[in-house]
């Protein structure tokens, strides 16, 4: 990934990177080949940019990482949500607008 901003989390460093988190984390569960997931990827950027030191912006590609993503019953992709001490603090499924994320991660601050 080209922004510095977007972590890449996995099954083995979900717990510490996200669940243990100081600050909300927004993850946004994707696949390589979702054509709506790379629809929304610019605006996952912007919005890491600019909360950048504030909340955590995450990838989890499911195909590499399921047991998140079973754990948290993600059925369709792209799936972001944000979580907050330790818990899921708001949820959103599909090519949604850059303002629908934003407002997620403007409620957990």
């Not at 709506?36 to 995450?58: D, F, H, W």
């Not at 195909?63 to 059925?75: G, P, T, W």
Request: charged content about 20%; hydrophobic content about 45%.
């Amino acid at each position: 990934m080209a922004n510095p901003n977007v972590l890449t989390f996995g099954d083995h460093d979900f717990e510490a990177e996200v669940l243990k988190s100081d600050v909300p984390v927004l993850i946004d569960f994707w696949a390589p080949w979702c054509a709506p997931c790379r629809q929304i990827a610019p605006s996952v950027e912007e919005l890491a940019t600019k909360y950048a030191g504030q909340a955590k912006v995450g990838k989890i590609n499911i195909d590499e990482h399921q047991a998140v993503a079973q754990r948290y019953n993600v059925m369709s992709i792209p799936t972001l949500y944000v979580f907050k001490g330790g818990q899921p603090v708001g949820q959103v499924i599909g090519a949604v607008k850059k303002d629908a994320i934003e407002a997620m991660i403007k409620k957990a601050l």
